[in-house]
């Protein structure tokens, strides 16, 4: 069935976009909510307004997402939780703790749909999360998640994690590039030269029947 979207819906279409949907999504869900409209010449025509009215809504929803990114900059979202043996968590912390979590950061709420966490976080760690401000604006954002009872505080718990974290990546880097440089510079070269090369008084493979018809 086609159908003109009067209201942007999640998953499925934009405001003013003209799609072909399944007859009974249309009929139960799209229509008696108000959501979409048969496309009848009438509606069709109203679809190029709708398009340009979602465009302006969506570039100032982009414009305010971006300030809401600064907000967040250098900000990791600390979860203090109860801990048990290795790490486990008594309980979960899910896109419902995080929403309020980033909320309390932003100086506003949150709504935990915005939060794509695909599942709920059971041990204790450092984890990129990624939050849906708007269509386009979707920033990563680190969730440290330390033992609310750690002797030195949950803060300093989760700066030693980030700490650690950042010993690690960094020490990977160099030794990526310890192999890089290794493998492309002057000595290795020579060396390589050098095995190649035959040892003196020897012929190389491809000489030895011209040698022994010389002889």
């Known amino acids: ?10 998953g499925s279409a934009s405001m003013g976009e003209v799609k072909t949907v399944a007859p009974g999504y249309a009929r139960n869900y799209l229509l008696p909510r108000g ?14 307004r709708l398009r ?12 305010r997402a971006l300030g809401l990114v ?3 900059e250098g900000h990791p979202l600390v979860m203090a939780v109860r801990v048990g043996e290795q790490g486990r968590l008594y309980g979960s912390v899910t896109n419902v703790d995080i929403a309020q979590k980033a909320g309390e950061i932003l100086g506003e709420e949150l709504d935990r749909r915005r939060v794509l966490l695909p599942e709920a976080i059971r041990h204790t760690g450092v984890y990129s999360v990624v939050l ?8 990563a954002v680190q969730v440290v998640v330390v ?3 750690a002797p030195e505080g949950a803060e300093a718990a989760a700066e ?3 700490t650690a974290l950042r010993e690690e990546a960094e020490a990977a880097l160099a030794a990526i590039q310890a192999r890089t440089l290794g493998s492309s510079s002057p000595a ?9 090369r035959p040892a003196e008084g020897e012929s190389e493979p491809g000489n030895s029947t011209e040698d022994e018809a010389a002889n």
């Open 70 to 72: 600064g907000k967040l």
């Open 1 to 10: 069935m086609k159908v003109v979207f009067l209201e942007t819906v999640e």
């Open 160 to 162: 030693a994690l980030l």
């Open 52 to 63: 340009e009215i979602e465009e302006n809504r969506q570039r100032l929803e982009d414009e």
């Open 132 to 139: 849906r401000l708007s269509r386009s604006v979707q920033p």
């Open 188 to 196: 290795a070269s020579s060396d390589a030269d050098e095995e190649e």
């Open 147 to 149: 033992d609310a009872d």
């Open 35 to 48: 959501l979409a409209a048969p496309a009848t010449p009438d509606v069709l025509a109203r679809a190029e």
